[in-house]
């Protein structure tokens, strides 16, 4: 079972298009990343978002961390051929003392965006 | 400031041997994680190591084991390999500092081919 959903799993669009992609999950994280990866490549991280609420932008790529910490939203405007690659949300758990989980990521499947010229 | 190194890029073993994968962290970074990628099952986590101990475990077979050297290098062992562990492995280092998010950044991996 994933603890955190991603959608659409693939998505093909036309360069000068808009999309977003869905991260969702039932659990809070204290944290959530966003990957690009490319094949064969490791993820590279985008952006790190940690309040609820919060809004960042990277050019032409929007991210939203829901208010409640359990969802993200990664909305990219005018998509080009070069943002084609695997996303990824990863979430992080900040939880300290015994048990604790700091130190793992908690992967969604991925969505593979193709973007054509 | 380099980025994490994983040694060797490539790999190619047959069913019941064993292999050891290298990863060497950002400096600085004392949590070193490491992660398995399939397409089926997409990124799973392995386990932690952080100050040279296991932090943090995944839900893998004894069959996986790492360990974490004084300077922060982190290596990992699969022994005994099947099918089923061709994979690509990638290795993460972090900060881990309390309070602060951990945020992972990684390395290129090891592509295992287990024939």
């Known amino acids: 079972t994933q603890l955190l959903e991603q959608s659409p799993q693939f998505l093909s669009i036309q360069e000068g298009e808009n999309l977003t992609v869905y991260c969702n999950s039932s659990?809070?994280?204290?944290?959530l990343q966003w990957y690009r990866q490319e094949p064969g490549e490791g993820p590279v991280l985008l952006v790190t978002?940690?309040?609820?609420?919060e809004v960042k932008k990277l050019k032409r790529l929007t991210f939203q961390f829901g208010d409640a910490r359990k969802d993200s939203s990664l909305h990219i405007t005018a998509a080009q051929p070069g943002d084609t690659g695997l996303y990824l949300c990863a979430g992080s758990h900040l939880v300290l003392g015994r048990g604790s989980t700091l130190g793992r990521l908690y992967f969604g499947r991925g969505t593979q965006l193709t973007v054509w010229p | 400031k380099a980025g994490v190194t994983q040694t060797p890029r490539y790999l190619i073993k047959t069913r019941g041997q064993q292999v050891t994968l290298s990863c060497s962290p950002i400096?600085?970074?004392?949590?070193v994680s490491w992660y398995q990628q399939t397409p089926g099952q997409g990124l799973q986590f392995l386990f932690e190591y952080f100050s040279e101990t296991q932090r943090n475990k995944g839900n893998f077979p004894g069959r996986f084991s790492g360990r974490q050297f004084s300077n922060s290098r982190s290596e990992m062992n699969v022994s005994t390999l099947e099918l089923g562990d061709s994979a690509l492995y990638l290795c993460a280092s972090s900060l881990r500092s309390q309070g602060v998010p951990d945020t992972q950044y990684f390395g290129p991996g090891t592509r295992l081919t287990v024939l």
């Open positions: 659990s809070v994280f204290s944290s």
């Open positions: 400096s600085g970074h004392r949590s």
């Open positions: 978002v940690v309040t609820g609420g």
